[in-house]
């Protein structure tokens, strides 16, 4: 299983980023998957899920209306939209898989993070 991130960066408050999760090593289309952050000093936090079709989607009450995650099984990729961001979105940013049978705030396997630095 590998999960790759990418398209952090550093943005003014109220920027947007998108954030790709490029995966491989298993039947992506088969599996629930998250986004999860991880903030200096603090333990991970859930943001975002979403179903195997993309059909139902989950949010952090923080997030909802800003970000919008997404997925592409033909390209075997994950999206999260990031708009309106706020300092206290600064993070590291997951890409998890979900096993099966679980709930979206379950993970087995990760990427190794994409940076995101919202500052003015």
């Known amino acids: 299983v590998q999960l790759v991130e990418s398209g952090g960066g550093m943005v003014q408050p109220g920027g947007s980023l998108r954030l790709s999760c490029a995966a491989s090593?298993?039947?992506?289309?088969?599996?629930?998957m998250s986004w999860v952050r991880q903030a200096p000093g603090k333990g991970p936090e859930w943001v975002s899920g979403?179903?195997?079709?993309?059909?139902?989607?989950y949010y952090k009450d923080s997030v909802k209306g800003r970000f919008t995650i997404s997925r592409d099984n033909a390209k075997n990729t994950l999206y999260l939209q990031m708009n309106s961001l706020k300092p206290e979105d600064t993070a590291l940013y997951y890409c998890?898989?979900?096993?099966?049978?679980?709930?979206?705030?379950?993970?087995?396997?990760w990427g190794q993070g994409t940076q995101v630095t919202v500052s003015s």
């Open positions: 090593g298993f039947t992506f289309s088969n599996y629930d």
């Open positions: 998890a898989r979900v096993p099966q049978m679980h709930g979206v705030h379950n993970y087995d396997y």
């Open positions: 979403i179903n195997t079709g993309g059909g139902s989607t």
